[in-house]
């Protein structure tokens, strides 16, 4: 379901209501959502994708918002499958686009999406760099351990939205 947050971000998230188990340990009676959103620029910022198990729909919510657009950057807040699963799906699609992570999930990248070409395609991030879309400004935050080692979050100056990849999130 696409879902407003301001007047150029958008939810594309799906929901996996038939998931029992999450990372088959968590019991999630309710099932799991697996957030994402657009922003809407000069630039167009993907932050962060979805599991697998959801991809066809969250495919077609980003290609709803996007009306025919093409992404600029994709923002993976951590490698976790729930946030990263469709990056490979998306880097093939749109050849032009700049994923964006902290050096360590860079690092990890090869583990998850064997044979994908990444050769200047990648943007690390550190502590309080910014990435300019036009009107909206995202700043990102450092967040390692949160949950996994590589995790960030990014602030959007503009709307004063956080996406927080896991810091808040329960099942």
């Not at 799906?89 to 583990?111: D, F, G, I, N, R």
């Not at 700043?139 to 949160?146: C, D, E, G, H, T």
Request: include cysteine.
């Amino acid at each position: 379901m696409i879902r407003p947050i301001s007047d150029n971000i958008r939810y594309i998230g799906v929901d996996d209501a038939h998931l029992d188990l999450f990372e088959n340990q968590y019991t999630v009676p309710e099932g799991m959502s697996y957030n994402s959103y657009v922003i809407l620029d000069k630039k167009i910022a993907v932050l962060d994708t979805s599991d697998d198990r959801t991809a066809a729909e969250w495919m077609q919510n980003l290609e709803g918002v996007l009306d025919g657009r093409r992404p600029d950057y994709l923002i993976v807040h951590h490698m976790e499958p729930d946030h990263s699963s469709c990056t490979a799906a998306l880097l093939e699609k749109y050849p032009s686009l700049t994923l964006v992570a902290t050096a360590p999930a860079l690092k990890m990248l090869p583990q998850f999406f064997e044979g994908v070409s990444l050769e200047g395609r990648t943007r690390a991030v550190g502590e309080g760099d910014t990435l300019e879309l036009g009107a909206h400004t995202l700043q990102f935050l450092l967040a390692p351990m949160v949950h996994w080692p590589e995790v960030m979050m990014s602030f959007d100056r503009t709307d004063k939205v956080l996406f927080s990849a896991d810091a808040f999130g329960k099942f």
